[in-house]
């Protein structure tokens, strides 16, 4: 659970005034996403639609998950996304060894492991402990309607435009090459070694917890407290949900669920109307997403529809309710932290959600290396939080 995400404690009657125009905005989104790049496009939009009403609904997340482990050991969170990279690698894997799934052409995120990994990754991990969310954390509680996340997600924008300036040439900074466990095993066995490590680390978080605690948390819910269209899910419901949706955008797309390259593009189009030449920019020369239609970018569109489904989610709990009134420290964190996830996800090439979930489920080695400098960042952002007035 990310720390801004909505705390589901009873019942509530569903806020039909934000379930019609959410559902309404994602029939309209799917329209133009079909007018603009065909029916996969509006489908993703329905993906993200999904997406966004498992993440809120089961309160999965990352930022708080990690935070919880590094301070508490406390490892449900953990092992719930490790069922779901275990899920994911169960048809990723095989696919990818073919370049096929369904009979559609698929590939992977499989990027260089360099030295903007390492710092991007570093800052990101920073950055989400400030801001209370990650790339889909962020994108899941603004659209669920809390207000402090909606200035992180600005921030996280700015943050990804500027990042795409290049003051520092992060992209000509040194990397050791690109590697993938796939191409190198082949389907079956990279598949039988990425279960079995999954299996490793989900007995390791087990062990911790335990030896800290006596016992660990389950993964399941009280299925008398739980609703499949109220909420809230188990976590291990919000694995098996994400899970799917990575598995139907790389069916529907031809490659993994990524989140942050939207972000960069919104900015850019944002600077571009205003009159500034990003065009002109090494990054986005070649880009013709610039140039185009929003609703032809499918990570745009998933994100556009995981907003509107976390919208309906928290309608349907009866807990859409935007504050106004929040502290100027807690909101400072909250720009800041959004920054810092910005250029951290444009250096490592994506988020929780692009650089990790996917980038492991793609057998990619730079997907290992983003967690373990992310969590690094976790544990020195956990420290700053204090700073802001915000629990450690």
Known sequence: MSLAAPALTKTRAPQTVVVAPAVAALVALAIFSAREAGWRQAVLACVGFFAGLALYHSSFGFAFAWRRMLIDRRGRAIRAQLVMLALA????????????????????????????????????????????????????????????????????????????????RWRSWPDIGAWSLVETLGGTWSLVVGLLALAVCYAAALAIERIRHGAAEPLGLDIARSSLVAGPWPLVGGAVALALVNVATLALAGRPWGITYGFALWGAKIAAAIGVDVAAWPFWQGESALAANLFADSTSVMNFGLMLGAAAAAGLAGAYAPQARIPLPSLAAAALGGLLMGVGARLATGCNIG???????????????????????????????PLFGLSR
């Open 355 to 385: 650089a990790f979930f996917s980038g492991l489920a793609s057998g990619s080695a730079h997907g290992l290396v983003w967690a373990l400098c992310a969590f690094a960042g976790v544990a020195l952002g956990a420290r700053l939080r």
């Open 89 to 168: 690698i169960v048809v990723f894997f095989p696919a990818l060894a073919q370049g096929s799934l369904f009979g559609a052409d698929v590939s992977g995120f499989v990027n260089p492991v360099g030295l903007a990994l390492v710092v991007g990754s570093f800052l990101f991990g920073v950055g989400m402990q400030l801001a209370g969310g990650c790339g889909s954390g962020t994108l899941y509680t603004a659209g669920g309607g809390n207000t402090r996340m909606i200035v992180a997600l600005a921030a996280f924008v700015a943050g990804s435009l500027a990042a795409t300036a290049d003051p520092l």
